[in-house]
């Protein structure tokens, strides 16, 4: 069966006189997207140093000459480039291999963005909010709390003016007292807590204080995006262990661990992200006396906790036997008001101590009048009032979207069955590929991200994509994946076609 295409790319454009003129093939498999063969192709060359630093690709209009492909096909390969930090743009000079990240030569600036590439939104993404926004796992402005806080805002702004001053870099006693009380009612029944601005500061609090350049970290696959540009910016190598249904591949970790120093192991416990997951008693366990066996470092990123609306309450790693060095993670940024940048670690007073003097030479301390307030809103019930509403509206909306996917979805797709959060994760039969999706589903007002940025190397997840559901009414989750069925449905239809024209190729 006639089922690889072969394109001819020819070099006659090229800035380095020596490579003009190479003849480069690039092929297509039937299933396989015409832009990710362009991109893998280019790829290959920059990794096997036929192309260099500073080297510049083809232009767009050339390639598009020579292989037939459209041009908007050749700018999606580039843009795969430009993600992975192959490649930069410069104006006037087109686009140009880039020098190697950990190079001295490389601007900070260009460093930064490099390790950050695949968080920038995809291809296409305006700034206009989208009409259907599946991207973001952010909760929903129409649930913030906002006359509660304004009028606690305003109670403590006319009676507590102490509250402008410099405070504890641990955070403001009273919540501290709150927080480290919550814990022992989840089963965490020793540590001290830290307040810190958001789980994002926290993690690169526990990073900064804990890590050396080159130290292996594990952290399960698929996981979430944000860590990935954290650890590259600590210099910290990653070691990957794969999700199975209940967790993270315990096994897999254990035979990183025979092989491998780890100094580190990041984990959601809870409808982990991307794929909604929660961890298993018998692997929760298995961790806990890993960590106590071997010495490694566990933080446990318990970020959507409070969110739970099903099944039952399962105790943290960090309260179980073995847990000396487990550090827990939480935020009010999934429940509460993200721009109040409020979340926690509790931590044992070892681990503590540090973390707090990082936290000191970091920020000097996060805004006591705003821990003030998050202490007096969850003091009062409020937040447990506020927990209620939550967890039922979330609830619907992920009711309401596995309904729908069961009816817009190809034979043979799957997807997670979380029991809180707001997100799920589909994967895809064979022969389809998220990115395209991704990138189709713009121009159709639907955002979503793609497997692939939740895979360290951006390896992984082809098939896959997260789908959260915060932002979006029921009417929009239901109108947003039938849209999704249809461009599927379309590809579907394209591929046939593809294949039935190859065939007849044969007879002619």
């Given at each position: 069966?006639l089922?690889?295409?072969?394109?001819?790319l020819?070099?006659?454009?090229?800035v380095?006189s020596e490579?003009?003129?190479?003849?480069?093939?690039?092929?297509?498999g039937q299933d396989q997207p015409?832009y990710?063969?362009?991109g893998?192709?280019f790829?290959?060359l920059?990794?096997s140093?036929?192309l260099?630093?500073?080297?510049?690709l083809?232009?767009?209009?050339l390639l598009?000459?020579?292989t037939?492909?459209?041009?908007a096909?050749?700018v999606?390969?580039?843009s795969?480039?430009?993600?992975?930090?192959l490649?930069?743009?410069r104006?006037?000079r087109?686009?140009i291999v880039?020098?190697?990240?950990?190079?001295?030569s490389?601007?900070v600036?260009?460093?930064?963005?490099?390790l950050?590439?695949h968080l920038?939104?995809?291809?296409g993404?305006?700034s206009?909010?989208?009409?259907?926004?599946?991207?973001a796992?952010?909760?929903?402005?129409?649930?913030?709390p906002?006359?509660?806080f304004?009028r606690?805002h305003?109670?403590?702004?006319?009676g507590?003016?102490?509250l402008?001053q410099?405070g504890?870099a641990q955070?403001?006693h009273?919540l501290?007292?709150?927080?480290?009380?919550?814990?022992?009612?989840?089963?965490?029944g020793s540590g001290?807590?830290?307040?810190v601005?958001?789980s994002?500061?926290?993690?690169?609090l526990i990073?900064?204080?804990?890590?050396?350049?080159?130290d292996?970290?594990?952290v399960?696959?698929?996981?979430?995006?944000g860590?990935l540009p954290?650890l590259?910016?600590?210099?910290?190598?990653v070691?990957?262990?794969?999700m199975?249904?209940?967790?993270l591949?315990?096994a897999?970790?254990?035979?990183l661990?025979?092989n491998?120093?780890?100094?580190?192991?990041?984990?959601m416990p809870n409808?982990q992200?991307p794929?909604?997951i929660?961890?298993?008693e018998e692997?929760?366990n298995?961790l806990?006396r890993l960590?106590a066996a071997?010495g490694?470092?566990?933080?446990?990123?318990d970020?959507?906790?409070?969110l739970?609306?099903?099944?039952?309450?399962?105790?943290?790693?960090?309260?179980?036997m073995g847990?000396?060095?487990v550090?827990?993670?939480?935020?009010f940024s999934?429940?509460l008001?993200?721009?109040?940048?409020m979340?926690?670690?509790i931590?044992?007073?070892?681990?503590?101590?540090?973390?707090?003097?990082a936290k000191?030479?970091?920020d000097?301390?996060t805004?006591v009048?705003?821990?003030?307030a998050?202490?007096?809103f969850?003091?009062?019930?409020?937040?447990d009032?506020?927990?209620?509403?939550l967890?039922?509206?979330?609830?619907?909306r992920?009711?309401g979207?596995?309904r729908?996917l069961?009816?817009?979805?190809?034979?043979?797709?799957?997807?997670?069955e979380?029991?809180?959060?707001?997100?799920?994760?589909?994967?895809l039969?064979?022969?389809y590929?998220s990115?395209?999706?991704?990138?189709?589903?713009?121009?159709?007002g639907?955002?979503?991200w793609p497997?692939?940025?939740?895979?360290?190397g951006g390896?992984?997840?082809?098939?896959?994509?997260r789908?959260?559901?915060?932002l979006?009414?029921?009417?929009e989750?239901?109108?947003?994946i039938?849209?999704?069925?249809?461009l599927?449905?379309v590809?579907r239809a394209a591929?046939?076609?593809r294949?039935?024209d190859?065939?007849n190729?044969?007879?002619l």
């Amino acid at each position: 069966m006639l089922d690889r295409i072969l394109y001819r790319l020819y070099y006659i454009d090229m800035v380095d006189s020596e490579n003009a003129g190479n003849e480069i093939g690039v092929q297509l498999g039937q299933d396989q997207p015409a832009y990710k063969a362009v991109g893998e192709h280019f790829e290959r060359l920059i990794n096997s140093g036929r192309l260099q630093p500073g080297d510049r690709l083809p232009t767009v209009r050339l390639l598009a000459e020579r292989t037939g492909l459209n041009k908007a096909t050749i700018v999606q390969g580039f843009s795969e480039l430009r993600r992975r930090g192959l490649v930069t743009s410069r104006p006037g000079r087109g686009t140009i291999v880039a020098a190697s990240p950990s190079a001295q030569s490389v601007p900070v600036a260009d460093r930064i963005q490099s390790l950050y590439r695949h968080l920038l939104p995809e291809p296409g993404w305006g700034s206009e909010l989208p009409e259907y926004d599946f991207s973001a796992l952010w909760p929903a402005p129409s649930m913030f709390p906002l006359d509660a806080f304004r009028r606690i805002h305003e109670k403590l702004m006319r009676g507590r003016p102490e509250l402008l001053q410099y405070g504890s870099a641990q955070g403001y006693h009273p919540l501290r007292e709150y927080l480290e009380e919550r814990a022992r009612r989840i089963g965490i029944g020793s540590g001290q807590a830290v307040v810190v601005q958001g789980s994002q500061q926290g993690l690169d609090l526990i990073f900064r204080t804990f890590l050396n350049p080159g130290d292996a970290v594990a952290v399960e696959s698929p996981t979430y995006a944000g860590i990935l540009p954290e650890l590259a910016l600590h210099e910290a190598r990653v070691l990957a262990v794969p999700m199975e249904t209940d967790g993270l591949d315990v096994a897999s970790l254990q035979s990183l661990i025979r092989n491998e120093r780890i100094k580190l192991l990041y984990f959601m416990p809870n409808f982990q992200n991307p794929t909604g997951i929660t961890m298993s008693e018998e692997k929760r366990n298995a961790l806990a006396r890993l960590a106590a066996a071997t010495g490694t470092l566990l933080v446990e990123d318990d970020f959507e906790h409070d969110l739970r609306f099903s099944g039952r309450e399962r105790r943290p790693v960090a309260g179980r036997m073995g847990s000396a060095n487990v550090i827990y993670l939480s935020t009010f940024s999934k429940t509460l008001l993200p721009g109040l940048r409020m979340g926690w670690m509790i931590a044992p007073a070892a681990l503590a101590e540090p973390l707090v003097l990082a936290k000191q030479y970091t920020d000097i301390h996060t805004s006591v009048l705003t821990q003030a307030a998050v202490n007096e809103f969850c003091r009062s019930g409020q937040y447990d009032r506020h927990l209620v509403r939550l967890r039922r509206e979330y609830r619907k909306r992920l009711d309401g979207a596995r309904r729908t996917l069961a009816l817009h979805m190809p034979d043979g797709s799957i997807w997670t069955e979380p029991d809180g959060g707001f997100s799920l994760w589909v994967t895809l039969p064979e022969g389809y590929d998220s990115s395209v999706l991704s990138s189709e589903a713009v121009s159709r007002g639907v955002h979503l991200w793609p497997g692939s940025r939740f895979y360290p190397g951006g390896r992984g997840g082809e098939r896959s994509f997260r789908l959260s559901l915060s932002l979006a009414s029921e009417q929009e989750i239901a109108a947003g994946i039938a849209i999704l069925g249809k461009l599927l449905r379309v590809r579907r239809a394209a591929r046939r076609a593809r294949a039935n024209d190859a065939r007849n190729i044969l007879f002619l």
